[in-house]
C-alpha cells in the first residue's frame, strides 16, 4: 500500500528504476517480504515488522555496513505507510532543503496528518542539523529514520539517539548474497535474465564470499562480469571463477581510518597478539595494512605493545618494535609490511607480562594522589657549599662502593616507605628480573 510521496530535493526514491540504472538499484526489495536477510532484526514476528506493518513507527536509526539493505529497508516503509514520506541525503542536501522538509511536515501535522524523514547517511549532518531535527522529533512533527555507516553513539547527537531506536543491520551472509544473485540473474524484468547469462557455481559462490556482505557491490560486479562478457554461439554469456575475479578487480575493504572500524581493527590486533595468536595477528595486520592505515600508526601501537604487554618479560622486545617503525619509515610500503609483520609475530611469541604497565599506573596514581613530598635529603645533589650546609646528600651512600652493589638506604619519602610498585611475573626474562630485584630489596633493609 503507497503512501503519498512528497518530493524533496537531494534525495527521492524513484518509483520506477530508469532501465539504464544500475542492476543494484533495478533489482531492489520493493516490499519486506521481498527482503533477504536481517531476519534477527526484521524478521516476521519482531517488533520492527510488527511496527512497520502496523504502520506505527517510531523514530529509528539503522546502523549497518554499506550494502546491508538500510536503504532499501526505508524503500519498503515508504511503500506500505500511508504518511507523508520524504527523503533526503545528508551528503547532498544542506539546511535550507532540510528546514522546507520540516516546515511541511509541521504544516501537515496542524491538519492531523503524519510525515516520515527518511535521511541517508545522517552522520553527515553537523550537531546544528541534527539539532534542528531534535525538536520536531520531540513535537511529534515526523517520524525520523535516519541511515549510517558510522557507530551512532560516536555520530548521532546523544539527544536525538535517546529519542530513537537503534537497529542495527549486520553484513549479509553468502547464503543471502547468492539468493539476491539468483534473483538478479533470473529477474527478465529488472535483472540480467534477458541478456541470458549463463555464471557457475564456483563464480557465484566467489563472489558471495568476496563481496563482504555488501549487496550493491554484489550485484554491481556481477553486472559488470554478464554484461561485459561475448555470447557463445548459442547466445549465452558464460561467466566462470576466472571471469568473476577479473570482474571483482580488487578488493575494497571495509575501513574507515577516522571511525569506529579504525579502532575495531587495531584492538583485534593487539587482543590477538596478546593472547600468543601469531596468525590472527598477522590477518588483522594485513586486514589493516591493504585497506589503507597509515603504517606508522600500527608500528606506534607495536612500540606500546611492547612495553604494555610484554614489558620486562622480553626487554628485547620494545627494541625489534622500534626497528620496525624505523624500517617502515625507511622503505615505506609495500616491502616495510614484512618489518611489521616481524614484529607481530615476535610479540605474539613473546612472553608476556603487563607488570610494568601495572606499575606505572599505580606509581603515576600516588604521585598525582597523595602529598609531593620532599625529595629525601639524602639523595639529593648538592652542588654548593649552602646546600651541603643544609644537608643536602648527607648520609649518602655509593651504591658501587657497596659489598652487594647496593646501599641499605631508602629512596622512597617517608609515607611511602615499602611501597611495592613493580611485582614481576615469574615469566621470561622477568623472573631473572625479578630475583634479583628480591636480592636487592632484602639488602636495602639490612637483612641481606
Known amino acids: 500500500m503507497a503512501g503519498r510521496r512528497d518530493v524533496s530535493s537531494g534525495f527521492l526514491f524513484p518509483d520506477d528504476a530508469r532501465p539504464d ?36 513507527l517510531r523514530s529509528l536509526i539503522l546502523w549497518g555496513p554499506p550494502g546491508s539493505g538500510k536503504t532499501t529497508l526505508a524503500h519498503a516503509i515508504r511503500r506500505r505507510t500511508h504518511a507523508s514520506f520524504e527523503a533526503i541525503s545528508a551528503v547532498l542536501s544542506g539546511v535550507k532543503e532540510l528546514r522546507e522538509i520540516l516546515e511541511r511536515a509541521e504544516y501537515r501535522r496542524r491538519e492531523g496528518r503524519r510525515s516520515i524523514v527518511f535521511i541517508d547517511e545522517i552522520h553527515r549532518f553537523n550537531k546544528a542539523q541534527q539539532d534542528a531535527l ?30 530513537s531506536r537503534v537497529v542495527v543491520l549486520k553484513p549479509l551472509s553468502e547464503e543471502a548474497l547468492v539468493a539476491i544473485l539468483r534473483r538478479a540473474l533470473e529477474d527478465a524484468e529488472r535483472g540480467l535474465a534477458k541478456l541470458r547469462p549463463a555464471v557457475s557455481e564456483e ?3 566467489f563472489l558471495a564470499r568476496a563481496a563482504d556482505g555488501d549487496a550493491r557491490t554484489a550485484l554491481n560486479v556481477l553486472e559488470l562480469g554478464v554484461t561485459t562478457g561475448a555470447p557463445d554461439a548459442d547466445g549465452r554469456r558464460p561467466l566462470d571463477l576466472e571471469g568473476m575475479k577479473q570482474a571483482f578487480a580488487r578488493k575494497a575493504l571495509l575501513y574507515d581510518r577516522a571511525g569506529e572500524e579504525h579502532y575495531n581493527l587495531i ?18 595486520l594485513a586486514r589493516m595494512i591493504e585497506a589503507g592505515e597509515d603504517p606508522l600508526y600500527v608500528a606506534r601501537r607495536l612500540v606500546r605493545f611492547a612495553s604494555e604487554d610484554v614489558g620486562m618479560a622480553d626487554p628485547a622486545a620494545l627494541g625489534l618494535a622500534l626497528a620496525a617503525q624505523q624500517a617502515v619509515h625507511f622503505i615505506g610500503l609495500p616491502e616495510g609490511a614484512l618489518a611489521l609483520a616481524q614484529a607481530v609475530v615476535y610479540l605474539a611469541a613473546a612472553p608476556k607480562s603487563n607488570a610494568l604497565y601495572v606499575a606505572y599506573g599505580e606509581a603515576a596514581k ?32 655509593y651504591a658501587h662502593d657497596e659489598k652487594e652493589g647496593v646501599a641499605t638506604m631508602d629512596c622512597l619519602p617517608e609515607s611511602l616507605l615499602g611501597r611495592r610498585y613493580y611485582r614481576p611475573s615469574e615469566r621470561g626474562d622477568e623472573n631473572q628480573i625479578a630475583r634479583r630485584l628480591e636480592a636487592a630489596r632484602l639488602v636495602r633493609q639490612n637483612r641481606g
Do not use: C
Not at 32 to 46: H, K, N, S, W
Open 21 to 56: 540504472a544500475p542492476l543494484a538499484d533495478r533489482i531492489r526489495p520493493q516490499s519486506l517480504e521481498e527482503m533477504v536477510g536481517q531476519d534477527e532484526a526484521l524478521g516476521p514476528g519482531t517488533p520492527l515488522r510488527k511496527a512497520i506493518e502496523a504502520d506505527a
Open 366 to 397: 600516588d604521585a598525582l594522589e597523595t602529598r609531593a613530598e620532599p625529595v629525601p635529603l639524602w639523595i639529593r645533589n648538592a652542588p654548593t657549599g649552602l646546600m651541603k650546609e643544609l644537608g643536602y646528600g648527607k648520609g649518602y651512600r
Open 203 to 205: 563464480a557465484l559462490a
Open 267 to 284: 584492538s583485534a590486533l593487539h587482543k590477538s597478539v596478546r593472547n600468543s595468536d601469531a596468525d590472527a595477528g598477522l590477518y588483522w
Open 134 to 163: 531534535l525538536s520536531h522529533v520531540e513535537k511529534g512533527d515526523i517520524v525520523l529514520i535516519g541511515a549510517t555507516t558510522e557507530n551512532p553513539s560516536f555520530e548521532v547527537n546523544a539527544a536525538l539517539l535517546s529519542r
